[in-house]
């Protein structure tokens, strides 16, 4: 086990973080300030990464399928709170969690119903492709490097927007306090629609930036989706910078947990099941995480107190 | 009067019982949506071409989605045999599915012939005489990839597959043939969509080749991934990686690499040839190797159907279990476990103008037949 591979092992942990970052940054905003579960979420991730594929093939310009990406998921997102969501705010969890999961189908059927059944092709742009090399001898891609540089400063400008500007004064004071905002003459449902937009975007940069690297089809967002809830339950529900370091952790967790898990057990157990014991056990490994982040912080890493 | 009402219902009723004994109903519960879609799509589309072919009209075909889900697929099988009545079932694609539904489906005497999932408690402790495996079993394909790792010298494989029973098949298939040092051997979350991790390990494990069972989406993200990450192991794959269906979607990534099939659009023998063709002009689309065996068990079924009848169960059985109909992969034949024995050729992946394919570069393994046909008593 060389420092080189440790060190390319955390790289990659970073930049799943920082993938997981964008899906959960929305879901936290979504929930904390509107109090709503939305299991679509995911579906938005792969209209995201759909709009890129398409793009990238009429123009074949990277740039613009990102653009596209963002454009399409605000669009559904937008869409998608007008007509549906908005029912849903005064619903229980219960209510939201059906109507979100209805939509998942529609999403996932209508964009089968358009685009077919076989994945579609979307590449990493030439100019980004292949790998590079860093100080110390690590070969690591340059695209990957690209995804941790957007998402941190994807991070940065979400940071600035909800700590310095009026929107992220509105937001945050929607978040301890809904009525009273209202009250004060803010319109809220523009907010509740601007927030879930946003959040919205952030999913379909997600899906497009790692749909460059993994396959564009259907059904691709959920996966995404169950361990974006478990970043912002160990973030703590409606904090950015709860769902920045939960994200960090859980992509850190899991790519060393199934990297140096099997080896662990490689110390004391016959290769052959040393790798199915430690693969079965690294999967549980973030799962075991937010057990224990819970016990001793109920509420999250950065949850509030209400 | 009441004579002419008695005629005419005794008339009506033997036309009922005649058109009852004619008819043969087919039950195909297959994979139509969801993740896994693609296969279910190609295999139906292959099954309905040879039926349209035959123009038959006294067969029914009766389609089902099972969404991927072994639960929906049990329920569908039910239905199927209990209300809907059908003499013959096919379809299913994934192993866990099909062992959910198989063994009961052939137990209450309905005949079933797989398109497609191999497991192996199917081909041995638990074959049964109505059970016919048209494509493979689930490791025939991994261990011809072994068999060409051998052959193409290569000597330390870093081999990986998913963490479930097929993904164990194959890479105790490829062990079974391959002779060389193993260099590293994981298994991958299922559904896993982000390789680094891996792909870091194999850079450092000092491997000469790499060998991977990824069906589907986990595929296309590895060999996207593993192009990008500067590492220029050979790889070599079962088709499932590599079929028509997802070459497009890996784009040049795939090319050059070697994978293992039992069939290919390229095969030489007349009825692949019209096959190829009919398949592309009404689909417009190259078929898979999933269509193909789509394609082969429906004419299976009408040859057998040509010779006895679906109700004159020892008969029909020995008319599948004769395999008399032109194969699309040339020879064909069933082993005593009902499996086939046949060729798996080696593929490399090409680009045809601006389609990516396969073409055949060797044969792999010769009329191969699978390791578990001595633990069938039939």
């Known amino acids: 086990m060389s420092l080189i591979l440790i060190l390319e092992q955390i790289l990659n942990g970073l930049q799943f973080g920082v993938m997981l970052f964008l899906m959960a940054a929305g879901l936290t905003l979504v929930f904390g300030v509107m109090g709503l579960i939305n299991l679509a979420h995911g579906a938005l991730y792969m209209v995201g990464a759909f709009a890129a594929a398409i793009v990238a093939a009429w123009t074949g310009s990277f740039v613009l399928a990102l653009v596209a990406s963002l454009a399409a998921a605000a669009a559904a997102g937008a869409l998608v709170e007008l007509l549906v969501i908005r029912k849903l705010y005064d619903r229980d969890h219960l209510d939201q969690v059906l109507a979100t999961f209805a939509l998942i189908l529609i999403f996932s059927e209508g964009t089968r119903w358009v685009f077919g059944s076989f994945p579609l092709f979307l590449d990493v742009p030439s100019y980004l492709s292949g790998p590079i090399s860093l100080p110390g001898g690590i070969e690591y891609p340059l695209y990957r490097l690209t995804i941790i540089a957007i998402g941190l400063v994807v991070a940065a400008g979400l940071f600035w927007l909800i700590a310095r500007t009026r929107i992220g004064i509105q937001i945050r004071a929607g978040e301890s306090d809904r009525e009273m905002i209202a009250a004060l003459g803010v319109d809220i449902s523009k907010l509740y629609t601007l927030v879930f937009a946003l959040g919205a975007a952030l999913a379909g940069l997600a899906g497009a930036l790692v749909g460059a690297i993994q396959s564009v089809q259907v059904g691709m967002g959920e996966p995404v989706l169950i361990l974006a809830f478990v970043v912002i339950v160990i973030g703590g529900i409606g904090s950015i910078k709860g769902a920045m370091v939960g994200a960090l952790l859980v992509g850190l967790t899991d790519t060393l947990g199934g990297v140096f898990l099997p080896q662990l057990f490689g110390l004391f157990m016959e290769p052959a099941s040393a790798t199915s014991v430690g693969a079965s056990l690294a999967s549980m490994l973030i799962y075991i995480l937010m057990a224990a982040i819970l016990l001793v912080r109920p509420s999250g890493l950065y949850g509030g107190q209400h | ?378």
């Not at chain 2, 994979?31 to 029914?60: K, W, Y």
């Not at chain 2, 329920?75 to 009961?104: F, Y």
Request: aromatic letters at 8%.
């Open chain 2, 1 to 378: 009067m009441k004579t002419l009402t008695t005629m005419a219902l005794a008339t009506a009723v033997s036309a009922l019982a005649m058109s009852a004994a004619a008819e043969t109903k087919i039950g195909m519960i297959t994979t139509l949506s969801g993740g896994g879609a693609g296969l279910g799509v190609d295999v139906r589309d292959g099954f309905m071409l040879a039926m349209e072919q035959a123009g038959r009209d006294d067969i029914e075909v009766v389609i089902e989605d099972d969404q991927r889900k072994p639960e929906s697929a049990v329920q569908i099988a039910d239905r199927m045999i209990q209300s809907e009545k059908v003499d013959i079932m096919t379809g299913i694609i994934w192993s866990n599915l099909a062992m959910a539904v198989v063994p009961a489906a052939t137990a209450q005497g309905v005949f079933y012939l797989s398109p497609n999932a191999g497991p192996s408690a199917l081909a041995g402790k638990r074959c049964h005489e109505n059970y016919f495996n048209v494509a493979w079993q689930n490791d025939n394909l991994h261990e011809a990839a072994g068999a060409y790792a051998n052959d193409a010298g290569l000597k330390n494989s870093y081999i990986l597959a998913p963490n479930y029973p097929a993904g164990k098949d194959a890479l105790t298939g490829y062990k079974r043939m391959y002779q060389g040092d193993l260099a590293g051997e994981t298994y991958t979350k299922m559904g896993q969509t982000d390789y680094a991790a891996e792909i870091a390990q194999i850079r450092a494990s000092g491997a000469d080749s790499v060998y991977f069972f990824l069906p589907g989406g986990m595929g296309i993200s590895f060999l996207k991934q593993y192009a990008d990450s500067g590492v220029d192991l050979p790889v070599v794959g079962p088709a499932f990686s590599f079929d028509q269906g997802i070459l497009q979607a890996v784009g040049g990534a795939a090319l050059g690499i070697k994978n293992t099939s039992q069939w290919n659009k390229d095969l030489d023998n007349p009825a692949n040839t019209a096959f190829v063709a009919a398949f592309e002009q009404k689909y417009e689309r190259l078929p898979s190797l999933y269509a193909s065996q789509g394609y082969d068990t429906a004419n299976l079924i009408l040859s057998a159907l040509n010779k006895a009848d679906v109700d004159d169960k020892d008969a029909f059985r020995a008319a599948l279990k004769a395999a008399e109909f032109d194969s699309v992969r040339g020879d064909f034949k069933f082993g005593d476990n009902h499996h086939p024995i046949q060729n798996i050729y080696v593929r490399e992946v090409i680009q045809e103008g601006d389609v990516f394919t396969n073409k055949i570069i060797a044969t792999g393994l010769e009329n191969h037949a699978d390791a578990y046909a001595a633990e069938c008593k039939m």
